[in-house]
């Protein structure tokens, strides 16, 4: 891969068909993740690396946990973080993925970050500033009073008009984004959804947009399992393990008749 996403934002300026496919490349690959339950947790343009012909790859699954698992606060760089992350919900999904998604579309087009928050703090304050405060279903949602406390005393901000904000992106790119940066997870679009929204309707096909089958970890919900047992499993698995001798015959032979 030629550089990633952060390199180019910062050396070049990408064209709208340009940055339509880069995004509906990432939502593809956050279908696949999503599909067994994996969330990435730390997108971000320097995580993305793209080739001289636009295609990409999501690297750096470090924090990548599966859906099942509690989570920590301690995810994705702070201005791709979602706000659900920041208000210590300790059951977030797939949909944290979808906001940093949104948040990286935008800084492709405006080549700087959408929510350059300092701190946690400044970080809510800046997606408040252009979302508005939440509904009452959302605070519901809050598991931290402090949390609450903090956005109940921010004093009362209207949403701005995104179509107006992003006027640079065509309508159906900011009606995206608008779907993306929901505040309530709940009513945020996955991927798969958002890769059926009009806006890649030159790209999308179904049939083009995997998902893997679900991988069932026989050790995921026992946490009683010792370091030997995990060996031995392994050990087991090698043992039992029969390669395709047709195969590896096949290409031994080609490889002769080359020669």
Same mark, same amino acid.
């Given at each position: 891969?030629?550089?990633?996403?952060?390199?180019? @934002?910062?050396?070049?300026?990408?064209?709208?068909?340009?940055?339509?496919?880069?995004?509906?490349?990432? /939502?593809r690959g956050l279908k696949y993740m999503h599909s067994i339950g994996l969330?990435?947790?730390?997108?971000?343009?320097?995580?993305?690396?793209? *080739?001289?012909?636009? &295609?990409?790859?999501?690297?750096?699954?470090?924090?990548?946990?599966?859906?099942?698992?509690? !989570?920590?606060? =301690?995810?994705?760089?702070?201005?791709?973080?979602?706000?659900?992350? !920041? /208000?210590?919900?300790?059951?977030?999904?797939?949909?944290?993925?979808?906001?940093?998604?949104?948040?990286? !579309?935008?800084?492709?087009?405006?080549?700087?970050? /959408?929510?350059?928050?300092?701190?946690?703090?400044?970080?809510?304050?800046?997606i408040l500033n252009l979302l508005g405060k939440p509904d009452e279903e959302?605070?519901?949602? @809050?598991?931290?009073?402090?949390?609450?406390?903090?956005?109940?005393?921010?004093?009362?901000? &209207?949403?701005?008009?995104?179509?107006? =904000?992003?006027?640079?992106?065509?309508?159906?790119?900011?009606?995206?984004?608008?779907?993306?940066?929901?505040?309530?997870?709940?009513?945020?679009?996955?991927?798969?959804?958002?890769?059926?929204?009009? =806006?890649?309707?030159? =790209?999308?096909?179904?049939?083009? &947009?995997?998902?893997?089958?679900?991988?069932?970890?026989?050790?995921?919900?026992?946490?009683?399992?010792? /370091?030997?047992?995990?060996?031995?499993?392994?050990? *087991?698995?090698?043992?039992?393990?029969?390669?395709?001798?047709?195969?590896l015959h096949l290409c031994a032979s080609e490889e002769t008749n080359a020669?």
């Amino acid at each position: 891969m030629g550089a990633d996403l952060g390199a180019i @934002i910062e050396t070049q300026s990408l064209s709208d068909e340009q940055i339509r496919f880069l995004v509906y490349q990432i /939502l593809r690959g956050l279908k696949y993740m999503h599909s067994i339950g994996l969330i990435h947790r730390d997108l971000k343009p320097a995580n993305i690396a793209v *080739n001289e012909d636009c &295609e990409l790859k999501i690297l750096d699954f470090g924090l990548a946990r599966q859906k099942q698992e509690e !989570m920590t606060g =301690y995810v994705a760089t702070r201005w791709y973080r979602a706000p659900e992350v !920041m /208000l210590n919900w300790m059951h977030y999904n797939e949909s944290v993925d979808v906001w940093s998604v949104a948040c990286i !579309m935008a800084e492709l087009r405006n080549r700087a970050p /959408l929510f350059k928050g300092g701190n946690h703090i400044h970080q809510i304050q800046l997606i408040l500033n252009l979302l508005g405060k939440p509904d009452e279903e959302f605070m519901k949602k @809050i598991n931290s009073p402090e949390a609450c406390g903090f956005i109940r005393d921010i004093s009362k901000c &209207e949403p701005q008009n995104l179509y107006t =904000y992003f006027s640079s992106f065509s309508s159906d790119a900011v009606d995206l984004l608008q779907k993306m940066l929901h505040l309530d997870p709940d009513r945020r679009l996955t991927a798969a959804q958002a890769l059926a929204h009009r =806006y890649f309707a030159t =790209y999308h096909d179904e049939s083009d &947009e995997p998902i893997a089958e679900r991988f069932d970890d026989p050790f995921q919900d026992d946490s009683n399992v010792s /370091l030997d047992q995990l060996k031995e499993a392994v050990w *087991n698995t090698l043992e039992n393990f029969v390669p395709n001798l047709n195969s590896l015959h096949l290409c031994a032979s080609e490889e002769t008749n080359a020669a």
